[in-house]
């Protein structure tokens, strides 16, 4: 008993002011307002701090009084490791945290679950504003963003959402450039791997029902900018065989093509809606014997870098310009009170995964 009365308590601001025969707003301002102190002054404070072991403000009391958290909240409706795994991801999220930095800003994950309506998560983030990652449009978790009197910036989707800020690329434009490459090269009998396009899990063929219906809007354009791209080269779009995967991974697009390709063996090039599930697919390719592209032709969409190495023909997008646009939109907003959108362009990158159809591998004569 005796030796826990003898522990020293921790000094508080009050007890480190009159240790140093200051007033507790210069101590305070050693840590939030450096520049109202003389040098010498401040380092005193701070090692006398240190030395009688005061921790410094109390950054909950302090954001209470300030009512700021000094954090961008990222909502990201993933696991938290697909923030580092999915390379469009790690890029954007790159670009983000360059926008904080210069703002002197931290940056709060915020990942949910898409499969998930609990939204408490969103409810509790002590943040100043939230950027948005790429969420289907009647996300719960979005909503709730919206309920907060916070400004936020969405990255992606949903589009055009009254009075919120948007960063984005026009996704049908750069698949319909890409469709028109296909079709350039001679191809008509075409196959397409899709990423989520709703709710709940599902793995398998998409009709135009679940094309048409979903929520996803950038997976909508995509799949709109091929069905444009292939009409003006007379395409039924009907004819085409489209493979929609739930999960966003190398592995979902090997599995993907493979499905595709035992249901539709007539396929002489499959564009997919991200360079990951083409990935998948070239290795689907190369396991089956095939060779790319003199049998098959296979395209990407975002250009990551390793899609570029895999001298994949794709649409590259400035994933890490999409970030930092969407953190100096959110951090830099100054007087403005009408929302902005910001539209980034893309690039056809015409790689070695694409060749016209060999005709004779599967319609002699043709």
Same mark, same amino acid.
């Given at each position: 008993?005796?030796?826990?009365?003898?522990?020293?308590?921790?000094?508080?601001?009050?007890?480190?002011?009159?240790?140093?025969?200051?007033?507790?707003?210069?101590?305070?301002?050693?840590?939030?307002?450096?520049?109202?102190?003389?040098?010498?002054?401040?380092? %005193?404070?701070?090692?006398?701090?240190? &030395? @009688? #072991?005061?921790?410094?403000? $109390?950054?909950? =009391?302090?954001?209470? !009084?300030?009512?700021?958290?000094?954090?961008?909240?990222?909502?990201?409706?993933?696991?938290?490791?697909?923030?580092?795994?999915?390379?469009?991801?790690?890029?954007?999220?790159?670009?983000?945290?360059?926008?904080?930095?210069?703002?002197?800003?931290?940056?709060?994950?915020?990942?949910?679950?898409?499969?998930?309506?609990?939204?408490?998560?969103?409810?509790?983030?002590?943040?100043?504003?939230?950027?948005?990652?790429?969420?289907?449009?009647?996300?719960?978790?979005?909503?709730?963003?919206?309920?907060?009197?916070?400004?936020?910036?969405?990255?992606?989707?949903?589009?055009?959402?009254?009075?919120?800020?948007?960063?984005?690329?026009?996704?049908?434009?750069?698949?319909?450039?890409?469709?028109?490459?296909?079709?350039?090269?001679?191809?008509? %009998?075409?196959?397409?791997?899709?990423? &989520? @396009? #709703?709710?709940?899990?599902? $793995?398998?063929? =998409?009709?135009?029902? !679940?094309?048409?219906?979903?929520?996803?809007?950038?997976?909508?354009?995509?799949?709109?900018?091929?069905?444009?791209?292939?009409?003006?080269?007379?395409?039924?779009?009907?004819?085409?065989?489209?493979?929609?995967?739930?999960?966003?991974?190398?592995?979902?697009?090997?599995?993907?093509?493979?499905?595709?390709?035992?249901?539709?063996?007539?396929?002489?090039?499959?564009?997919?809606?991200?360079?990951?599930?083409?990935?998948?697919?070239?290795?689907?390719?190369?396991?089956?014997?095939?060779?790319?592209?003199?049998?098959?032709?296979?395209?990407?969409?975002?250009?990551?870098?390793?899609?570029?190495?895999?001298?994949?023909?794709?649409?590259?997008?400035?994933?890490?310009?999409?970030?930092?646009?969407?953190?100096?939109?959110?951090?830099?907003?100054?007087?403005?009170?009408?929302?902005?959108?910001?539209?980034?362009?893309?690039?056809?990158?015409?790689?070695?995964?694409?060749?016209?159809?060999?005709?004779?591998?599967?319609?002699?004569?043709?």
């Amino acid at each position: 008993m005796r030796g826990s009365r003898d522990v020293r308590r921790p000094a508080t601001l009050a007890s480190l002011a009159a240790e140093l025969g200051v007033s507790r707003t210069t101590v305070s301002n050693a840590y939030n307002r450096p520049d109202q102190l003389s040098a010498p002054l401040r380092a %005193r404070v701070l090692e006398a701090a240190r &030395r @009688l #072991g005061y921790p410094g403000p $109390d950054p909950v =009391a302090r954001s209470l !009084r300030t009512r700021r958290a000094g954090a961008v909240g990222l909502l990201l409706t993933e696991a938290l490791s697909y923030a580092f795994r999915d390379p469009a991801a790690t890029g954007f999220l790159e670009g983000l945290a360059l926008a904080c930095e210069r703002a002197g800003s931290g940056l709060l994950l915020v990942p949910v679950s898409p499969e998930l309506a609990d939204v408490t998560a969103v409810h509790q983030a002590g943040v100043d504003g939230f950027v948005v990652y790429s969420v289907r449009e009647d996300d719960p978790h979005f909503k709730a963003v919206l309920e907060r009197p916070v400004p936020t910036v969405v990255c992606d989707q949903p589009l055009h959402v009254e009075g919120v800020d948007r960063v984005g690329i026009d996704d049908r434009a750069a698949m319909l450039d890409l469709a028109r490459h296909l079709t350039g090269l001679g191809h008509r %009998r075409i196959g397409v791997l899709c990423m &989520r @396009l #709703g709710t709940g899990r599902y $793995d398998g063929p =998409a009709d135009d029902d !679940r094309q048409n219906g979903s929520t996803y809007p950038v997976q909508r354009n995509r799949l709109g900018g091929l069905r444009d791209g292939l009409a003006e080269a007379g395409i039924d779009w009907a004819g085409v065989p489209v493979h929609e995967r739930f999960a966003h991974s190398v592995d979902a697009g090997q599995s993907a093509a493979a499905e595709l390709l035992a249901a539709h063996p007539e396929i002489t090039a499959i564009a997919c809606t991200s360079d990951i599930l083409a990935l998948g697919a070239l290795r689907h390719a190369a396991e089956r014997g095939l060779s790319v592209p003199e049998d098959l032709t296979v395209t990407g969409f975002d250009g990551v870098p390793e899609g570029l190495r895999a001298g994949l023909t794709t649409v590259r997008q400035p994933v890490l310009e999409k970030g930092r646009a969407a953190g100096e939109l959110l951090l830099d907003r100054g007087d403005r009170n009408r929302p902005r959108t910001v539209l980034l362009p893309t690039e056809l990158i015409v790689g070695t995964t694409g060749a016209a159809p060999r005709a004779e591998r599967w319609f002699p004569g043709w």
